[in-house]
């Protein structure tokens, strides 16, 4: 029985990177001189630590320039909000990975709605999406891409 996995991942390993990168270029421009502003990685968060409100979020920009860059989809970012302390201002950036379990109740549902003759069940933090026909599968396919569920959704081990 053909099947399919939807996942929502990203390159752990592009992401670190990315993050360096982003410390090297924050490193070396004059306006961030003097204001000890860094990238910090831990785990699937981002830490980033600077002076002011405007350089946050230029330090936000130049994040996901390097993420777009080294191929990891912004999509599964997820700014928290700013944090002020004197004169530090910090901010946490989420990488999610995973499908969280709201997320995979809405898409089984939508592809329950589709009327198509496809079973979907929730393993873990993927869906599984089993069927009789390649067509149906490939169906799912193209309708989860024009879906807007605020989450890059990547499609693997197809199985005919």
Do not use: W
């Amino acid at each position: 029985m053909p099947s399919f996995d939807v996942v929502s991942d990203f390159d752990a390993h592009e992401a670190s990177n990315a993050v360096d990168q982003a410390n090297r270029e924050v490193n070396t421009r004059f306006d961030f001189k003097g204001t000890g502003s860094k990238f910090e990685l831990e785990e699937q968060v981002v830490s980033l630590t600077t002076q002011s409100d405007f350089q946050l979020k230029q330090m936000a920009d130049i994040l996901q320039q390097k993420l777009v860059k080294r191929g990891v989809d912004i999509g599964c970012l997820d700014l928290q909000e700013p944090e002020y302390s004197g004169n530090e201002a910090r901010q946490k950036i989420i990488m999610r990975r995973g499908i969280d379990i709201d997320r995979a109740r809405k898409l089984v549902k939508q592809i329950k709605g589709a009327k198509l003759k496809v079973q979907a069940a929730i393993q873990g933090d993927k869906l599984r999406v089993t069927g009789k026909k390649r067509d149906d599968l490939q169906a799912v396919i193209s309708m989860l891409k024009e879906t807007d569920i605020d989450l890059p959704l990547q499609y693997e081990n197809f199985r005919d």
